[in-house]
């Protein structure tokens, strides 16, 4: 681990399923002493999208678009040259361009992506990976000699994790078992293998909860509120509720429903952390991750719908099987794990992390012992880590609502006076 604290600059994607795992990760890294900003991406996705709304050409849109991106990147620029991170972390999908992954790296800025997609249907990296410093992946080969060949030869595998403190066992009150509870539940999108893995289950108690189900007729009475989309604190509830989570991995393909594929997706690493038993079909990279007896696997349609029968009849194995998941989640499979082993990763790869007197510049200077330890319950209260800048304590103090406390109070007004007097 990095000797000092770090300042890491988090950049999420406008939208997708790298979207909550970059909040993970923000998280993960504030846990671990750092001082992070998030690049809320997402604020600017209306606006991306509303550009399609204005009725142009195809010819006029892509311009606006290109632009649009420019603005973006300005916009992170600024960030960086507010925070003056040690390193940009960005998620698959963030809104990075060439040309300001460019300036970053002949700013010293240290750079890496987490590309947390299938990189056989997700060929952009092509354009932008040996442009970061350090690119992780979540599959092996022959993806790792891909990245080689195209010249990005710092390419590391990391697998996805849970976030132990939101991914968690609850107590549901019994309207809330009632609404989400059910003997098979299934939560994501739905891709074509899975639409016909799971119509033989209709008419069972099995709730299908996520959305693109659109034009699923046979399923249709399984379909939880039409498809809607599931936030990511619904989900745990969801998960806590079923008897038997199925995690069928997405496959474009129809004519084998269980796609044999590698990368292990993040639903395995959330459920287990929870404590609920899944039912996960067998992946290539799988049996590095946990042991035969920590999660129950198939291999086809056959052993799929045996073993939900098997496991819906056995309920003391179904609780055997969760507590074993949930413990080696625990020990091995966390983002602080994960966050812990990139860092460490970058500092073997590009040395060691800023100086001493770089940390002695940074450091506040000694404070009250009382005053400390008030400014230490804040930045705990805001869900901050110990090393937490002023501009994040203040950030997070303006999204706060209720009355202030004195020291809230003289922090704000501390930040006014900042900005009126010392910057001119």
Known sequence: MPATPLRILVILPMYGGSLPIGRY??????????????FEAPMLYPAFTGLKGLGLTPAQTIPLENAFFQVVSQAVWAHVQSLEPHLVLALAQAPMSRSLLQRLRRAGVRTAMWFVEDYRIFSYWRTYAPLYDAFAVIQKEPFLSELAQIGQTRA??????????????LELSPTEQKEYGSDIAFLGAGYPNRRLAFRPLAGRDFKIWGSDWEGESLLSGNIQRQGARISEEESVKIYNAAKVNLNLHSSLQRGDLVSHGDFVNPRTFELAAMGAFQLVDQRGLLGELFAPDELATFTSMNEFYAGIDYFLAHPEEREAFARRARERTLRDHTYERRMAALLNYLETELGSWPHKDEAARDAPPELDPQLREELAQLTQKLGLGPHASFDDVLAHLREQSGALSELETSLLFLDEWRGQYLKK
């Open 156 to 169: 590391l595998y990391l697998p996805l994790a849970a976030l132990p403190e939101f991914h968690k066992a």
């Open 25 to 38: 990760c923000a998280a993960a890294l504030r846990a671990l002493g750092h001082t992070v900003r998030l």
